[in-house]
Nanobody, 122 residues
Framework: QVQLVESGGGLVQPGGSLRLSCAAS????????MGWYRQAPGKQRELVAT???????NYYDSVKGRFTIARDNGKNTVYLQMNSLKPEDTAVYYC????????????????WGQGTLVTVSS
C-alpha cells in the first residue's frame, strides 16, 4: 500500500516559518499531483497548494506570496515552505497525492497523509 508520512508541524509565533514535508512510499508508478490541504477547528478542509507532474503550482489566495510548494521527484516527496505565518494559518495540514499505480492504469488513485498540526500563536 502507498503511505504518506508527514513531518514539520509545530508551534510557531506569528511571522515565523515552518517547512512541512511529505514522503510517499509504496507502489507508485507515477505521480499526477501532490498537494497540501488544511483543516482548522470548526471549518471545512481547504486546499492550500498543489503541484502537478508538469510542475504547475496552484495556491490558495490567502497564502500566495507566503507559502511555496515544491517537490523532489526522486524522493517522491513534497514540501511546503511556510513563511510569514499568521494565526489564521493554524490548522491540521494534510498531504495529498494523486497517482497511477501501474504503467497501464487509467484511473488515478488518491492517498492522504496522517496530518500534522501547525499552530501559530504568540
Amino acid at each position: 500500500q502507498v503511505q504518506l508520512v508527514e513531518s514539520g508541524g509545530g508551534l510557531v509565533q506569528p511571522g515565523g516559518s515552518l517547512r512541512l514535508s511529505c514522503a510517499a512510499s509504496g507502489s507508485i508508478f507515477s505521480i499526477i499531483a501532490m498537494g497540501w490541504y488544511r483543516q482548522a477547528p470548526g471549518k471545512q478542509r481547504e486546499l492550500v497548494a498543489t503541484i502537478t507532474g508538469s510542475d504547475n503550482t496552484n495556491y490558495y489566495d490567502s497564502v500566495k506570496g507566503r507559502f511555496t510548494i515544491a517537490r523532489d521527484n526522486g524522493k517522491n516527496t513534497v514540501y511546503l515552505q511556510m513563511n510569514s505565518l499568521k494565526p489564521e494559518d493554524t490548522a491540521v495540514y494534510y498531504c495529498n497525492v494523486r497517482y497511477y499505480r501501474t504503467s497501464v492504469s487509467v484511473r488515478y488513485l488518491e492517498v492522504w497523509g496522517q496530518g500534522t498540526l501547525v499552530t501559530v500563536s504568540s
